[in-house]
């Protein structure tokens, strides 16, 4: 007899995927996902780009296996279901790994189990196969949940009528358009942390206009002003640049705000407008700005 199920299905915070864990695995303390109580299973669920998933069929289809493995199919809720078994090393201990993807249209699902050789009589293939099985998909992960995940606060949202987390509890967009269209022909905002514990404040300048020329999605960028700013009372760098963005090769106006704090991390902060929007959109970016605080 394999492991039973809980109730219904869980969806880690902040993720659109979610699935039944089986009796015995709860939320995991250190990754999105689940695991036993002494945290030797494993079931780490995360969101990729929505190409992938087509990787995995494309490539079945042409040879039958993906990257040399033959997968599985299962028919859920969420769609059709690809997954591999195997074996392999963690360490001296042998443990059977699998990897589950599965399509959520403007991403891909993705799901991938340990389970080490002394616990696979109860966390079997089967049990783990019937696992797989009831995946499901959300539309929308409340805005509420996913600030929640952010390491900083978010007060004021600016109507913008999209909320989504790039990287759960690592970087945010708001936005205006929506993944299925592109984000670049609407006014939009990315709002994350970045490492400059390195920076010196007398480097602040150069290190602002790097990272300002590195957003990515942007091309033939021309930094038109960089300048120190207080951003709430703290040091900061205000850079704007001109710039192609998107498949439409939408001309834009970009904003970045870099909030420096004293710590390993600056508070990044990207607007973007196409350019006729600008004036409209700029008032917007800085509100969303003022309203963002630390995580007390």
Sequence with gaps: MGPAFAADPI???GLRLGLTPLVGLSA???FSGFESEDQSVKVLLAELPPEAYGEVVNAFKATGTTGGIKP??????????YYTTENAKAGAASVRPYSMIVSGGTFSGYVAVQVPENATKIYSDDAV?????TAVIRKEVPVEEQLGQMPFKVSEL???KNIRTLAVGAALILADGDEASGFEA?????????GSAQ????DRDRFAQQTATTIPGVREARITMSEPIRIDGSPGYETRINAISGKDNTAVTVVQWLKFGGGPSALRIVGSAPRD???????RFRAVRDGIQPRG
């Design 72 to 81: 599985d199919i299962i028919e859920t809720a969420a769609g059709p279901v």
């Design 28 to 30: 995991a303390k250190a």
């Design 158 to 160: 600016s109507n913008f």
């Design 186 to 194: 609407a006014p939009f905002m990315v709002i994350g942390l970045i």
């Design 277 to 283: 929007q600008w004036s409209a959109a700029f008032p």
């Design 129 to 133: 196969r019937q696992m797989f099985a």
């Design 11 to 13: 969806f880690p915070p």
């Design 199 to 202: 920076v010196a404040p007398e």
